[in-house]
Structure formats: structure tokens, C-alpha cells
């Protein structure tokens, strides 16, 4: 058996928090007093009860567009651990341009958490709600879960293991798949 942990990586806006969608694309919150986390969060302390790692990837770029402040960032992310039983946040503050492996659809914030918490990627999972959150955990070697929320963006060209409509369904989800490799 391997000494690796398994974890549950997950996509903070939109499946976390609620995000905020105009135009029919998702944004994240200004400021800790817009977030409204998710009621399902709670669902989260079950995987955490199987041994999973809960583990935060996020895309932040309005911290280099200059329209957000990792100071910012930083207190939405102390009101979600206050809340919800997370073991780390890893955040990229780049935008498309900076062309770097750690903004989703790249898997490097995977990969990072992977080393720093000796992941086995194959026995995990990626609870995301775009198309970029899914093709980094397949590139990553995740089974992947996407909430769909119907934006009006791209699907992903890889995956998903599982479509949902909530994170309480990607939870249930990863359960029964974990009672089935526990049984096999």
C-alpha cells in the first residue's frame, strides 16, 4: 500500500464560495464581505473523515491586473478556513499572459501541493466549475469533477470523470467511488 495521501483539490469560486456571474461568466468576490460561502461545504468534513487531503487551487489574476490586492485574497482565504476544513491554499496571481505552469488549465499548483504534502495524483480527485479547473486535474492525473453551472464558456476538452450540478453531488460522488475501490 502507498504512503502517499490522497486529496481532494478544489477550485475556490464557484465551488467554495459562491461566485459572482454577469454575462453568464463566474467572478470571484471584491472583497471578504461579498463572500458567501457554499451551503454544501459542510458535505467536505466526509472525505475529510476518509482521509482525504482538502486542498485549494485557485486562479487569482485580477492580483496582476492590478484590480484585487493579495491582501485581499489573503482575508477571503482566512474566512474560508475559519469555515471550512481546508489543509492548504495554493493560489496563482498571474494572468494569461505571464504564460506560467501554475494558472489552470496548467497543472503546476497540482503538482505543487503534490510534492509538498506527498500526493499520490492518481488515487485524488479535482472538484472544479470550468473548463480550466478540469483540464489541469487531468493533466494532473485526477479524477476530475465538474460542477456545471451552464456559464457561457468553453466545456473542457478533457474529462470530466463526472458531471454535477452541486458540490454536495461531487461529495457523494467521490464517496461511493471511494466504498467501491474499498471494496474491490
Known amino acids: ?3 502517499r495521501q490522497r486529496a481532494v483539490f478544489l477550485d475556490r469560486d464557484g465551488v467554495l464560495n459562491r461566485a459572482l456571474v454577469r454575462g453568464g461568466k463566474p467572478f470571484p468576490p471584491a472583497s471578504p464581505s461579498e463572500l458567501e460561502i457554499m451551503p454544501d ?3 467536505l468534513v466526509e472525505l475529510k473523515a476518509l482521509g482525504f487531503l482538502l486542498l485549494v487551487v485557485t486562479n487569482q489574476p485580477d492580483v496582476a491586473r492590478g484590480t484585487q490586492t493579495r491582501e485581499i485574497v489573503d482575508a477571503i482565504h482566512d474566512r474560508l478556513k475559519a469555515v471550512i476544513p481546508l489543509n492548504d491554499i495554493f493560489v496563482c496571481y498571474h494572468t494569461d499572459d505571464d504564460r506560467c505552469d501554475c494558472r489552470k488549465p496548467e497543472p503546476g ?3 505543487r501541493a ?3 504534502h506527498a500526493i499520490d ?3 485524488s480527485y ?5 473548463w480550466r479547473d478540469i483540464e489541469a486535474g487531468e493533466r494532473a492525473g485526477c479524477k476530475t469533477v465538474l460542477i456545471d453551472y451552464g456559464y457561457s464558456e468553453q466545456n473542457p476538452r478533457l474529462g470530466p470523470s463526472m458531471r454535477v450540478t452541486s458540490l454536495r453531488e461531487a461529495t457523494d460522488w467521490i464517496v461511493s467511488q471511494n466504498q467501491r475501490e474499498s471494496a474491490a
Open 1 to 3: 500500500m502507498s504512503s
Open 126 to 130: 479535482l472538484i472544479g466549475d470550468r
Open 114 to 116: 503534490a510534492e509538498k
Open 41 to 43: 461545504t459542510a458535505a
Open 121 to 123: 495524483l492518481t488515487a
Open 109 to 111: 499548483l497540482i503538482f
